[in-house]
C-alpha cells in the first residue's frame, strides 16, 4: 500500500536526543501530513449508472462536496491553520472531492453485500475502518464521507437486505466510538512508563510477588499500556489502540486488589511456603517503612494514592497477624524445599548451581533464569542428576545473582502452588477453578462499576480489553486472549491450558432486552461452545436501564424460558446467577453458565 507521508518535526533537537537515549519519541498528528491511500471494493462492484447522478441524494452529495472543496481551506478554523503549515499546498489536495464520493458508493456496495453474512458485524466494521483511514492525516474530507455514510447507515431502508434494529443499533455504537476516538485525550506513552514504574517501586518486594512485578518490567511498555491488537484485513495493519492515564492507573488499581488478594497467609504457611515467620515479619516491616519513604520522594496523584492506601493497609494486616501467629508456630517443622542454591568457584570464575527438587519442572526453572539480567547463561547440567548451572553475566557479583535466583525461584514456586485446579479429559476445570474465574471477574466488575469515567467510553470491545489483564494474572499456566476463534465464531473471552486446551469461555454483551438476552445465549452456544467445553459465562453490561432491581428480576426468569435451559442452580452473588443448560448438538451433554450481570448506568 502505498503511503505519502510528510513530517514536520517542532523539535528536532529533543528528537536527536531522545533517539539517543533510546527512549520512546511521540510525534502529535498536528505535525504529520499522512495523504492516505486509494480503497478497494472487496466485493462484487459495478457503480450506479451515471454516478453519481444516478439519483437527487448522490446529486446533491456532489454539489455539496464541491461547494465544500471550493472554499477549502477556509472552510473551518480547523483547516485554516494548514495554510500555515509549510507543507499544505491546496492543489494536492484536488483528488479528495472524487476520493470522498467514489468511497461512499463503494461502502454503500459492500454493505449491502455483507450484511448477510455471519462475520457481518466484523467485515463491515474493519471495512469502515479501513476507509475513515485511507483519508490519512489531517484527514482531509474523512468528515464528510463519515457524516454521509453514518446518515445512510441510520436512515436506509433496504429491500435487498436483512437490516433489523439491532444490528443498526450495533453500528451505531460503533459509529459513535469512532467518533468519540476523534476527541481521545492525547496520551504520551512515556508518561504511561513513568506511571507505570512508579507503581512497580511501590508493590511490596516480597519474594512472592517478585516474578509478577518481573514480567511485568518484561512486558513494559507495549504489553500493558496497549489493549489487544486488532487485525483489518483490508488494510492489511494490526493496529494497537493506547490505554489513556487513568485507564492505566485503574487498571494498577486492580491488579493491586487481584495480586493482595491471590496472597492466602494460612494456605502458605500450611503448605510451608512461607516456612521463616520472623523474616517474613522483617519483610512486612521492611516494606512498610520502604513506602513510607517513597511517599516523601515520589508524587502521586489524587487516583494512585489509592493503591499506595491498598498496600499500606495490607502491609499493617499482615504485620499485625504474623504478631499474634508467630510464638504459635516458632516450634513447627518446616516444610522441605523446593529447590537448593549452592555458591561454587572454578578456575577463580564464581557461578551458581541450582537443584530442582522436580525435575518435570527443571526446563522451566532453567528459561525463567535465563530471562534475567543479572545471568549470562543457565544452563541444564546432565550430571549424577539433572542440575541448572548458573553464570553471572558481566557487572553482577555472585551474591547478587544468589539473591535474585533465590526470589525468582521462591515466587515461582510459591505461586504455582495457587493456580487453579485442573482435573483429566472432558472435564478440564474443576469446580473450585471456575469458581476462582468467576469471582475474580466479579470482584474486578463491581470496582468498574464505581468508574463512570471510564465505563462511560466502552462498548462490548471496551468491556472485554478492560477484563482481559486481570484474567491473565490469575494462572502462570493459562491465558486469556480476546476475540478467539473458536468452533465458527470469535467469542469475546477464552481461557486455555498451555496445550492449547479450552478450560473457560465468556462472551461479553450490553443489555438490549430481554429477547435480546435470549439471542446473545444462542450466539454463544451455536457459534462457540464445541461439545468439549463445560464451563462458560455470559457477563452482561446495562449502560442504559434504570431501576437495576428490575432488570435483574426480567433476566433470571426470562432466561428460564430458553430452548436448553436445564436447571437454575443458585445466586453466587447478587447479580451473579448459576444454571445449567444442554449442549446444543447433544442434549445429554450439560453446560455450566454462569450469568453476570453488572450496573455500569
Known amino acids: 500500500?502505498?503511503?505519502?507521508?510528510?513530517?514536520?518535526?517542532?523539535?528536532?533537537?529533543?528528537?536527536?536526543?531522545?533517539?539517543?537515549?533510546?527512549?520512546?519519541?511521540?510525534?502529535?498528528?498536528?505535525?504529520?501530513?499522512?495523504?492516505?491511500?486509494?480503497?478497494?471494493?472487496?466485493?462484487?462492484?459495478?457503480?450506479?449508472?451515471?454516478?453519481?447522478?444516478?439519483?437527487?441524494?448522490?446529486?446533491?452529495?456532489?454539489?455539496?462536496?464541491?461547494?465544500?472543496?471550493?472554499?477549502?481551506?477556509?472552510?473551518?478554523?480547523?483547516?485554516?491553520?494548514?495554510?500555515?503549515?509549510?507543507?499544505f499546498k491546496k492543489e494536492e489536495f484536488d483528488y479528495v472531492p472524487n476520493k470522498i464520493i467514489n468511497q461512499i458508493s463503494l461502502t454503500e456496495n459492500f454493505i449491502?453485500?455483507?450484511?448477510?453474512?455471519?462475520?457481518?458485524?466484523k467485515e463491515v466494521t474493519d471495512y469502515l475502518s479501513y476507509n475513515f483511514e485511507s483519508f490519512g492525516t489531517p484527514g482531509v474530507g474523512s468528515h464528510?464521507?463519515?457524516?454521509?455514510?453514518?446518515?445512510?447507515?441510520?436512515?436506509?431502508?433496504?429491500?435487498?437486505?436483512?437490516?433489523?434494529?439491532?444490528?443498526r443499533s450495533q453500528l451505531k455504537d460503533f459509529l459513535k466510538k469512532v467518533s468519540d476516538n476523534t476527541e481521545r485525550t492525547n496520551t504520551d506513552i512515556n508518561n504511561l512508563k513513568s506511571t507505570l514504574d512508579k507503581w512497580l517501586k511501590t508493590f511490596p518486594s516480597?519474594?512472592?510477588?517478585?516474578?509478577?512485578?518481573?514480567?511485568?518490567?518484561?512486558?513494559?511498555?507495549?504489553?500493558?499500556?496497549?489493549?489487544e491488537p486488532s487485525f483489518n484485513r483490508f488494510s492489511g495493519l494490526t493496529k494497537f489502540k493506547i490505554k489513556t492515564e487513568v485507564e492505566?492507573?485503574?487498571?494498577?488499581?486492580?491488579?493491586?486488589?487481584?495480586?493482595?488478594?491471590?496472597?492466602?497467609?494460612?494456605?502458605?504457611?500450611?503448605?510451608?511456603i512461607i516456612s521463616d515467620a520472623k523474616k517474613h515479619q522483617l519483610d512486612l516491616i521492611g516494606e512498610a517503612?520502604?513506602?513510607?519513604?517513597?511517599?516523601?520522594?515520589?508524587?502521586?496523584?489524587?487516583?494512585?494514592?489509592?493503591?499506595?492506601?491498598?498496600?499500606?493497609?495490607?502491609?499493617?494486616?499482615?504485620?499485625?497477624?504474623?504478631?499474634?501467629?508467630?510464638?504459635?508456630?516458632?516450634?513447627?517443622?518446616?516444610?522441605?524445599?523446593?529447590?537448593?542454591i549452592e555458591k561454587r568457584n572454578t578456575f577463580d570464575?564464581?557461578?551458581?548451581?541450582?537443584?530442582?527438587?522436580?525435575?518435570?519442572?527443571?526446563?522451566?526453572?532453567?528459561?525463567?533464569?535465563?530471562?534475567?539480567?543479572?545471568?549470562?547463561?543457565?544452563?541444564?547440567?546432565?550430571?549424577?542428576?539433572?542440575?541448572?548451572?548458573?553464570?553471572?553475566?558481566?557487572?553482577?557479583?555472585?551474591?547478587?545473582?544468589?539473591?535474585?535466583?533465590?526470589?525468582?525461584?521462591?515466587?515461582?514456586?510459591?505461586?504455582?502452588?495457587?493456580?487453579?485446579?485442573?482435573?483429566?479429559?472432558?472435564?478440564?476445570?474443576?469446580?473450585?477453578?471456575?469458581?476462582?474465574?468467576?469471582?475474580?471477574?466479579?470482584?474486578f466488575g463491581r470496582n468498574l462499576e464505581k468508574l463512570k469515567n471510564l465505563h462511560d467510553k466502552f462498548d462490548e470491545e471496551g468491556f472485554r480489553e478492560y477484563f482481559l489483564p486481570y484474567l491473565n494474572a490469575i494462572s502462570k499456566n493459562h491465558s486469556a486472549t480476546g476475540e478467539t476463534f473458536n468452533k465458527i465464531g470469535k467469542t469475546d473471552i477464552l481461557i486455555?491450558?498451555?496445550?492449547?486446551?479450552?478450560?473457560?469461555?465468556?462472551?461479553?454483551?450490553?443489555?438490549?432486552?430481554?429477547?435480546?438476552?435470549?439471542?446473545?445465549?444462542?450466539?454463544?452456544f451455536d457459534r462457540y461452545v464445541t461439545w468439549r467445553d463445560e464451563k462458560v459465562a455470559l457477563i452482561i453490561f446495562n449502560k442504559d436501564i434504570k431501576g437495576f432491581s428490575e432488570l435483574l428480576t426480567k433476566a433470571t426468569y426470562k432466561i428460564k424460558e430458553h430452548k436448553q435451559f436445564n436447571s437454575y442452580i443458585g445466586q453466587r452473588f447478587d447479580s451473579s446467577f448459576s444454571y445449567t443448560f444442554k449442549h446444543s448438538d447433544d442434549s445429554k451433554k450439560i453446560v455450566q453458565l454462569e450469568l453476570i450481570i453488572f450496573n455500569c448506568k
Not at 441510520?154 to 444490528?167: A, D, S, V
Open 1 to 87: 500500500m502505498h503511503r505519502n507521508i510528510r513530517i514536520e518535526l517542532p523539535d528536532p533537537a529533543r528528537f536527536i536526543e531522545a533517539m539517543n537515549r533510546n527512549e520512546l519519541f511521540q510525534i502529535d498528528g498536528e505535525f504529520i501530513c499522512d495523504f492516505g491511500y486509494d480503497t478497494d471494493p472487496f466485493a462484487d462492484y459495478e457503480p450506479k449508472e451515471n454516478y453519481p447522478k444516478c439519483c437527487e441524494y448522490h446529486s446533491s452529495l456532489e454539489r455539496n462536496i464541491t461547494d465544500w472543496f471550493n472554499k477549502f481551506p477556509d472552510c473551518c478554523d480547523d483547516h485554516k491553520i494548514l495554510k500555515a503549515k509549510s507543507w
Open 112 to 121: 449491502a453485500q455483507k450484511m448477510n453474512e455471519p462475520n457481518w458485524y
Open 144 to 167: 464528510l464521507y463519515f457524516s454521509y455514510v453514518q446518515h445512510w447507515i441510520l436512515n436506509i431502508k433496504p429491500i435487498e437486505f436483512e437490516y433489523p434494529n439491532w444490528k
Open 206 to 227: 516480597i519474594s512472592y510477588f517478585e516474578r509478577v512485578k518481573r514480567q511485568v518490567k518484561s512486558k513494559t511498555p507495549f504489553g500493558i499500556v496497549l489493549y
Open 248 to 272: 492505566l492507573v485503574e487498571i494498577l488499581i486492580n491488579t493491586t486488589k487481584s495480586l493482595l488478594l491471590s496472597f492466602n497467609t494460612p494456605e502458605l504457611l500450611q503448605k510451608g
Open 289 to 340: 517503612h520502604s513506602i513510607k519513604q517513597t511517599e516523601l520522594l515520589i508524587e502521586y496523584n489524587r487516583t494512585e494514592i489509592k493503591y499506595v492506601k491498598i498496600i499500606k493497609k495490607w502491609l499493617k494486616n499482615e504485620k499485625d497477624y504474623f504478631d499474634k501467629i508467630t510464638p504459635l508456630i516458632q516450634n513447627l517443622k518446616p516444610m522441605p524445599q523446593s529447590f537448593a
Open 349 to 443: 570464575k564464581d557461578y551458581l548451581k541450582v537443584f530442582v527438587k522436580d525435575k518435570s519442572k527443571i526446563e522451566q526453572v532453567a528459561s525463567i533464569l535465563s530471562s534475567l539480567d543479572s545471568i549470562r547463561t543457565a544452563n541444564i547440567t546432565e550430571n549424577k542428576e539433572r542440575d541448572i548451572t548458573v553464570y553471572p553475566a558481566n557487572m553482577y557479583d555472585i551474591s547478587e545473582v544468589e539473591q535474585e535466583v533465590n526470589a525468582n525461584l521462591k515466587s515461582y514456586f510459591e505461586t504455582g502452588e495457587l493456580d487453579p485446579v485442573f482435573e483429566e479429559q472432558i472435564s478440564l476445570l474443576s469446580n473450585k477453578g471456575y469458581s476462582d474465574i468467576l469471582n475474580h471477574i466479579y470482584v
Open 496 to 524: 486455555q491450558d498451555r496445550s492449547g486446551l479450552n478450560v473457560f469461555i465468556a462472551e461479553c454483551k450490553l443489555w438490549k432486552g430481554e429477547g435480546e438476552l435470549l439471542k446473545a445465549i444462542d450466539q454463544l
